[in-house]
């Protein structure tokens, strides 16, 4: 028998799933507590705590963890306030945060529902995770500078609409979500960065900054793993994602493309000339 001060052999001892530990993060409604994971699991990986054989299957998840406010209603429904106004550039800023909470959310999905991936898929949705989180911290932190805080207004719930109906597929959901939903952020942030500067919101300005940034990868990261799944099962990229652009968004494109970030996140000029025909 040993002692019960001998270490134990590590090699023995399993370690944690980063899938099990990708679904509480998913889970957790309170945004405090989801933060605090997120940073607590990020870290677990980056020091190779965690393990990533597959396991078990994922279950698919009808809502992520999230707390009771926001009311959610649809895109139609959610009024329009003019920047000009206090509580109209509170409502801008919330509507951002609520986008960057869905975020996190997404981000661990990514990780949780697809499995026998390689370690480099975990490691970069992880990385989102933990960026979308600290995005949304900013966020809110300057909701409350502002006298307000995440709730106060209604929010939609497109984001994950659209995790639902690409649960079935990293490929799709590496097409249709970070390069279609997520890009549409880099196509209207620096829009609303001036009108916030007109308005004298430079602290707001400086996090849209920060975040605009940090998007620019996310959405890389999303074109690099569509491009290695089209690889991997022996598909055309850019006719790939031309068809599920047909399927998923019958609406098209909406509104002028930055292209400068979308060429740095992975677009092809043949994929923006697409979409930019089909809006």
């Not at 054989?53 to 959610?72: I, Q």
């Not at 800023?93 to 499995?115: G, K, M």
């Not at 590496?174 to 880099?186: S, Y």
């Not at 990868?217 to 598909?235: N, T």
Request: glycine share 8%.
């Amino acid at each position: 028998m040993n002692h019960p001060d001998t270490p134990r052999n590590s090699a023995l001892v399993p370690r944690p799933s980063v899938f099990d530990e990708a679904e509480a993060c998913l889970r957790v409604p309170d945004p405090d507590t989801k933060l605090q994971q997120t940073r607590a699991v990020s870290a677990a990986w980056q020091a190779g705590a965690l393990g990533y054989e597959a396991g078990d299957k994922s279950v698919l998840l009808s809502e992520p963890g999230r707390p009771a406010r926001p009311e959610l209603v649809a895109p139609r429904d959610l009024p329009a306030r003019s920047t000009a106004s206090d509580v109209g550039r509170a409502a801008l800023i919330h509507s951002i945060c609520h986008i960057e909470f869905n975020a996190i959310n997404l981000a661990w999905d990514a990780v949780y529902r697809f499995r026998e991936l390689p370690k480099a898929y975990y490691t970069d949705w992880i990385k989102v995770a933990r960026e979308e989180a600290y995005h949304f911290s900013l966020l809110r932190d300057h909701l409350r500078h502002l006298g307000h805080d995440y709730g106060d207004f209604p929010a939609h719930n497109g984001l994950w609409e659209m995790c639902l109906q690409t649960a079935h597929d990293p490929l799709v959901r590496m097409a249709l979500v970070p390069r279609v939903l997520e890009a549409r952020g880099l196509d209207v942030t620096p829009g609303i960065m001036r009108k916030l500067e007109q308005n004298g919101d430079d602290n707001a300005v400086d996090l849209l900054r920060i975040i605009q940034r940090d998007e620019v990868g996310h959405v890389a990261i999303g074109s690099r793993w569509f491009r290695y799944l089209c690889e991997q099962r022996e598909l055309e990229p850019e006719a790939t994602f031309r068809e599920l652009f047909n399927q998923y968004m019958p609406g098209g494109g909406r509104g002028p493309l930055d292209r400068a970030s979308r060429l740095e996140a992975g677009f092809s000029e043949a994929e923006l000339d697409y979409i930019e025909g089909a809006g």
